[in-house]
């Protein structure tokens, strides 16, 4: 299993996460530029070269992004490093939602954080689980009473969640940004993996290298700003 796509998204921008169980290419997704492109930064920068997979939940997600995790020793807690920075969350549902491949960006609870600001640089990476129709429902209800009523699951979304599945119990509070196009075998790897009771792997599981391997985003942005007779369409992906 290489990848999983059900919802047309725009991506201009690609970035190859080459890790000591295997590869994984993440397509940046447009419709959230400001996640986008400090993405982009960081992995030019080389932020993200040796950092650890540092927390791993079972049929939930894989975490990394944490800069105290490069020189981590065995056991020690991860999980607090960060830039001093946030991020203006990027909400764009129902059409990007929390499907199993979906790259989001972790953040800091909300007693702390009201505005659900995003983490400058730890994401994770979408597990979750196939849903049954009474989990659909008790999600929904969870989402009623964390969003106020705000988030509703449409039935694009509930077929997805259904037959591919993910963890709608976070829509509409942690920005998805992206999403795995090759590798989710290995995103599953490591989601097997043995953890301590931190959740952290016993086998560090490292990021060796980050690369960008595709970056027309600001060729896309300047088209658009050219008359409409000289405008180019954005690349979009497509789905299988």
């Not at 730890?122 to 989990?135: A, C, E, H, K, P």
């Not at 960008?212 to 600001?218: C, I, P, Y």
Request: charged share 25%.
């Amino acid at each position: 299993m290489g990848s999983l796509t059900a919802v047309a998204q725009t991506s201009t921008t690609e970035v190859l996460l080459e890790t000591t169980e295997g590869n994984i290419r993440i397509a940046l997704y447009d419709e959230t530029p400001q996640h986008r492109d400090n993405f982009l930064k960081l992995v030019k920068m080389h932020v993200y070269d040796s950092l650890l997979f540092h927390r791993v939940v079972k049929s939930f997600m894989i975490q990394a992004g944490d800069p105290n995790s490069k020189n981590a020793k065995p056991g020690q807690l991860l999980g607090s490093g960060d830039f001093d920075y946030t991020l203006e969350p990027e909400f764009r549902l129902p059409q990007i939602f929390h499907r199993r491949g979906c790259v989001a960006a972790a953040r800091e609870p909300d007693l702390v954080n009201p505005g659900m600001r995003s983490s400058a640089s730890q994401f994770y990476i979408v597990w979750g689980r196939r849903l049954t129709s009474d989990q659909i429902e008790k999600a929904q209800e969870r989402l009623d009473t964390m969003t106020q009523g705000r988030v509703k699951l449409t039935p694009e979304m509930v077929k997805t969640y259904k037959s591919i599945g993910g963890t709608p119990h976070l829509d509409g509070q942690y920005t998805v940004f992206g999403e795995v196009t090759e590798g989710l075998d290995v995103v599953e790897r490591i989601q097997k993996t043995e953890i301590d009771t931190n959740f952290r792997p016993f086998l560090d599981i490292r990021i060796l290298k980050a690369t960008v391997t595709k970056d027309l985003s600001k060729a896309v942005e300047d088209n658009k700003s050219k008359p409409a007779t000289a405008a180019k369409v954005p690349i979009k992906r497509t789905r299988k």
